[in-house]
């Protein structure tokens, strides 16, 4: 499973990249408010940071205006990774921009058949959002499951980009359902390491350690 990471902080970006973790970016414009910085800057700057594939928003909501913003974004870095949401506009400015050679992420996929039409339509990666149907009652998990199953019956080669992760069971539990990536708060991605048992047992190894009066250097 791949990770990426899901801020437009570049400060969180540099401090996990030499982790070997962070297989590339995602940012949507409500991350890109956030930092309070140019869209197109921050975006280039995390090109520099991370080699995989960034992600980076249009605005436009025709189909016309997304292919010119999906364009002048890709040429940013030849990483960029184009962001078009899921509506019918979306997956007509897909398959154009598909059609050229770029990468594409299609964004706020809350059904199976949202899903379908994607991978339909030539998309890189599907990315279906766990949290916001969670925050709803909705069991965000179904979904991932739904769009594996799908995918697998057609040999799609669209990845199915776990998105909207509010917790580390989100990410065990997309792993387990198949997800090919999963996106990250980078909260989320220094919790995974965390255990309770791995700090107790180091205390003890070190305590004891402490004992020999040893030291390796
Ligand atoms: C990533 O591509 C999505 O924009 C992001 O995961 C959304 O997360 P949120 O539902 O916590 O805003």
Avoid at 63 to 71: L, N
């Amino acid at each position: 499973m791949k990770f990426f990471i899901d801020t437009a902080e570049i400060e969180e970006i540099r401090a996990l990249a030499p982790s070997g973790l962070v297989d590339g970016v995602t940012t949507n414009p409500s991350l890109i408010a956030k930092s309070g910085r140019d869209f197109m800057e921050v975006i280039a700057e995390i090109c520099e940071i991370v080699d995989g594939p960034v992600s980076a928003e249009v605005t436009a909501t025709n189909s016309a205006q997304m292919i010119d913003e999906g364009r002048k974004l890709a040429k940013i870095a030849d990483n960029v990774t184009i962001k078009l949401p899921l509506t019918f506009d979306g997956l007509v400015a897909c398959r154009t921009l598909v059609d050229e050679g770029h990468t594409t992420n299609l964004t706020l996929c809350f059904s199976a058949n949202q899903a379908l039409l994607a991978a339909k339509a030539g998309a890189t990666f599907i990315s279906p959002f766990i949290g916001r149907l969670d925050d709803m009652g909705i069991d965000g998990m179904e979904l991932i499951e739904e769009i594996r199953a799908i995918y697998d019956n057609y040999g799609f080669e669209t990845q199915i980009l776990a998105a909207s992760i509010r917790t580390v069971n989100h990410v065990k539990e997309s792993a387990i359902a198949g997800a090919d990536v999963a996106t990250l708060p980078p909260s989320t991605l220094y919790a995974l390491a965390k255990h309770p048992l791995t700090d107790k047992g180091l205390e003890a190894f070190l305590k004891d350690w402490e004992k020999t009066g040893q030291s390796i250097l």
